[in-house]
């Protein structure tokens, strides 16, 4: 959604009654002013409005993540291992396969609705949110939007029962420059055969199906970059070092290693020589998805921090007493609360069909700068005790940082936001 495009129509998106769309020219005024994305709806609502079946929805989550995974949640934490029994219980109360149609074993919800699993989990635990974001917003998405039919029907009812995605697109030496990856396929007879590394895989230890990302020809640039769906169990695929990291630790990190990994022609994604296509719009997407990681990691910080406070007596009456404290509290719940609206309103714009990219660069670049000050301040406000592993605030704020770093960092959000806003200048 470039600032030139001087007048666009939706087209009918029944869900939203959506009248009109219009993005007003960035520089058809003397000097520049912000681009307007304007919804003509016949009656607007507020963003926090949910339907019934979403209330019920996040309302189970919320239940099943204060239950079931917070207990969970410290020694996970610890030993930087995820549950596998909470894995299978994703699955069973159909997380794992959210947006997945109906016919195809999924739960044939919107994209809105794996935002709010994600953001409810996170407010719990950021490696259970990763792992359902990870799994909805990029494997399945990718899947559904680029899958041929015949994939559709081979991997879907798979990725609804039981096998975690991963998504493999970084290298040691291509993170922000992500399509200057080095892993190379071959075309043998009827198989690809790939060469490589890749690195800081998220859910790499659990899964069962990657989307990989290899170039089919270097000299071609992004041009050569082709998506593979590569199965672990693939002759050549080796799941190897599990980082040891400063948060989400019990989400797996892995890197992959791929030694003459034969992918059969018929496990492409898409075109040849269009993975940075599905690379660069499944991303968009994700972006949301950390956004909501991020909004939750946030709630979950001020939870414990706004009622410490009333717990925690000083000067002989609880600090929440002092104004001080009140508006730290105030301020966290604002900026939670902005951070929130960007969320639920990137991801509704992706449900109707609104070009959505810049609002996802600027939902994840805002949450995650919220998270990191909301978990910071948290820890203030529990003094010396949110400074030890013995309350649950330090953990936010180290789950908080990642935000700022995976799928794409705060300046490649900044990059997409400033060419968008500045008309591609
Ligand atoms: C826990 C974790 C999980 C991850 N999960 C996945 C996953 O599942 N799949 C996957 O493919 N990848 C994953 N990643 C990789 C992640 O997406 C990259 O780490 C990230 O994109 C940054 O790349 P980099 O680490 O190589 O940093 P670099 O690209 O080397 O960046 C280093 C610094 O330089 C800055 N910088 C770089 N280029 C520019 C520029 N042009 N202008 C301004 N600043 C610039 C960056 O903003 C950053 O501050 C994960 C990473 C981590 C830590």
């Given at each position: 959604m470039g600032g030139r495009d001087a007048c666009q129509t939706a087209g009918e998106t029944p869900a939203l009654q959506v009248l009109e769309f219009l993005v007003l020219p960035l520089f058809s005024l003397e000097g520049a002013f912000m681009p307007d994305a304007t919804l003509q709806l016949p009656s607007p609502t507020p963003l926090t409005s949910f339907t019934e079946d979403e209330i019920m929805f996040r309302d189970n989550i919320r239940q099943f993540a204060d239950e079931k995974v917070r207990p969970l949640v410290k020694e996970m934490d610890e030993k930087g291992v995820f549950d596998q029994g909470l894995i299978l219980q994703f699955f069973q109360l159909g997380l794992m396969g959210i947006e997945i149609p109906e016919p195809y074993g999924g739960g044939g919800g919107k994209f809105f609705e794996a935002i709010l699993a994600v953001e409810e989990m996170s407010r719990v635990d950021a490696s259970a949110g990763v792992v359902v974001d990870v799994q909805n917003t990029l494997v399945n998405n990718a899947l559904l939007r680029w899958g041929s039919e015949e994939q559709k029907k081979r991997f879907l009812p798979r990725m609804a029962a039981d096998t975690c995605g991963a998504y493999a697109l970084s290298e040691a030496g291509s993170g922000?420059?992500?399509?200057?990856?080095?892993t190379r396929a071959t075309l043998k007879g009827s198989d690809y055969v790939l060469n490589g590394r890749k690195l800081w895989i998220t859910n790499g230890k659990e899964a069962g199906l990657f989307v990989l990302f290899a170039t089919?020809?270097?000299?071609?640039?992004?041009?050569?970059i082709t998506a593979f769906l590569v199965e672990k169990s693939f002759p050549g695929f080796t799941v190897g070092k599990k980082e040891d990291k400063l948060g989400i630790r019990a989400s797996s990190t892995c890197e992959l290693i791929l030694e003459d990994c034969q992918v059969p022609k018929s496990n492409v994604l898409g075109e040849v020589g269009k993975g940075y296509k599905i690379a660069i719009e499944t991303l968009n997407e994700g972006r949301i998805g950390i956004g909501a990681q991020m909004a939750g990691v946030a709630r979950g910080a001020w939870e414990y921090a706004a009622r410490y406070a009333q717990e925690r007596k000083q000067f002989g009456k609880p600090i929440s007493d002092y104004q001080g404290v009140q508006f730290q509290i105030a301020q966290m719940a604002t900026e939670i609360e902005a951070a929130r609206l960007m969320v639920y309103n990137a991801a509704r714009m992706k449900d109707a069909g609104i070009p959505f990219v810049k609002e996802a660069a600027m939902t994840k670049l805002f949450c995650s700068q919220v998270a990191e000050r909301v978990t910071s301040l948290a820890i203030e406000i529990y003094g010396g005790y949110g400074f030890t592993k013995d309350y649950p605030v330090e953990k936010y704020w180290r789950d908080s940082k990642i935000g700022k770093i995976y799928e794409g960092t705060s300046n490649m959000q900044l990059a997409t936001i400033a060419k968008l806003v500045m008309g591609g200048k």
């Open positions: 922000s420059d992500a399509f200057a990856l080095q089919v020809d270097p000299a071609a640039g992004y041009k050569g």
